[in-house]
């Protein structure tokens, strides 16, 4: 038999399926299925605390055996709920259905039409979904980042004191260190989490167009906005939007996809440097027994792991940006384009983590290149024309700068020799000179 793996249409379920199969716990159909049968169970209850006049006989102790059928929800249990989809039409409806069904079971068939009692499906969908994201957030998506933020700091540690040649603009400039340009990007997406911490989850739960109007016309005695928001936060721990129309704003959703595209783009900017580095051989890779690097040459160990890490990354920036631009736009009260665009939230954080996995794997085969490091910091003794030229205007020196680019702009090599003869010529003070004498491209660090 083809494995379902050979048969699937995306590679989140295919060939990355291993990678990233803790998120169907959380972004699957059956995740999603389970999610609104809690929030469905959970309100049911809510309406019973109340109490409701008709709930005042529906026995307390019948709680945790409602909940039962979200703790315990199987896949063969979301396979009857699609069989029962397939008649409605209607997912929402058929989890009410299903509900039903369990409730006639145990005999409390008196209560059944307060299951989904008052409610439109985004009452369930928008609280359903912040819930999963939220739950994902915490379980798996940050423990996952802060084991690669974890392994960064290792390494930054490692490399604290090992100086290396800086580029920009590609070209050689002011030598740093190998450890603190990994510091760089953990204090980078570290102040990004620190944002997180404060987008809240919002969820819509208000009726069909957000005013409560079946509820209110029922039992006009309740509070019943006070009821939502007391539900919404202390029973699934997410907050309230209101007012709202049938759907949510998804104004704070879309704060956080772009915070996780941000994220994100900082670890495309990491994968890149370390890319880089290797292909200068600052690093070696850890080389695996029986691992091809290129199908025509043999000698090739390629950086696949930050190549792997960079494209998932772009796609899910790219599925990232589309939610957020899309889902806080809604024509009038509602359309329908949100229900299928949500259907897709999964897929970014999936891609996302395929390449934390990547990164981590990536990181942890490099072997630092010190002899290259060291020689390509030889070679660069122009890099000291700044700590020259900065001392000597220090000293008052005339036109310090202009006569280190003369020195260095000549497109010939400057080694030691060279700015030691260029040192010994100035008409400054033997102290001063025996300054200048000590500065190489290897203690030209900075702070």
């Known amino acids: 038999m083809v494995s379902d793996s050979l048969l699937s249409v995306s590679p989140v379920d295919g060939r990355y399926r291993k990678q990233c199969e803790q998120l169907s716990e959380y972004f699957s159909e059956y995740a999603l299925i389970r999610y609104r049968i809690r929030t469905e169970i959970e309100y049911f209850i809510a309406l019973c605390k109340i109490p409701l006049p008709q709930l005042k006989g529906f026995p307390a102790e019948s709680f945790d055996r409602l909940r039962e059928l979200y703790i315990n929800f199987t896949p063969a249990d979301a396979e009857e709920v699609k069989k029962i989809e397939s008649v409605t039409n209607h997912d929402v409806k058929a989890v009410e ?68 040649l800086a580029h920009t603009h590609g070209q050689p400039a002011s030598p740093t260190r190998v450890g603190k340009e990994v510091k760089v990007f953990t204090v980078r997406i570290r102040e990004q989490l620190n944002y997180l911490a404060n987008i809240p989850y919002s969820a819509k739960f208000g009726g069909a167009t957000g005013n409560m109007n079946a509820h209110h016309v029922t039992y006009p005695q309740i509070e019943w906005n006070k009821f939502a928001s007391d539900f919404v936060e202390k029973s699934l721990g997410l907050k309230r939007s209101y007012p709202t129309t049938q759907i949510e704003h998804y104004d704070n959703l879309a704060a956080l996809f772009d915070l996780m595209r941000r994220i994100n783009t900082i670890l495309i900017d990491l994968a890149r440097d370390f890319w880089t580095y290797i292909s200068f051989e600052y690093f070696r890779q850890k080389i695996k027994a029986g691992e091809v690097g290129s199908s025509a040459m043999p000698h090739k160990v390629n ?44 897929v970014p954080f999936a891609h996302t983590m395929i390449s934390f996995k990547s990164l981590v794997k990536g990181l942890n085969k490099l072997i630092i290149n010190k002899e290259v490091i060291e020689k390509d910091l030889e070679s660069n003794w122009a890099v000291v024309a700044e700590a020259i030229q900065t001392i000597l205007r220090r000293e008052n020196y005339p036109k310090p700068y202009e006569a280190l680019k003369d020195l260095t702009r000549t497109n010939e090599a400057v080694t030691s020799e060279t700015i030691k003869r260029f040192i010994e010529g100035l008409n400054i003070s033997k102290e001063v000179k ?12 900075g702070i």
């Open 97 to 164: 259905y299903f509900i039903k069904e369990r409730l006639k079971d145990s005999g409390l068939e008196n209560y059944l039409e307060f299951i989904h009692f008052g409610l439109t499906s985004q009452d369930i969908n928008n609280t359903a979904v912040p819930l999963s994201i939220k739950e994902y957030i915490s379980d798996i998506y940050l423990p996952e980042l802060n084991s690669l933020l974890d392994l960064l700091d290792k390494l930054s540690n490692e490399w604290g004191d090992i100086p290396m």
């Open 303 to 346: 950086p696949i792991d930050f190549e792997n890490a960079e494209g998932n990354l772009g796609v899910a920036n790219a599925i990232f940006e589309h939610l957020a631009s899309k889902l806080p736009v809604s024509r009038l009260q509602r359309d329908l384009t949100d229900s299928t665009v949500l259907r897709n939230v999964g």
């Open 434 to 445: 025996d300054e200048l004498l000590k500065i190489t491209p290897h203690n030209y660090t």
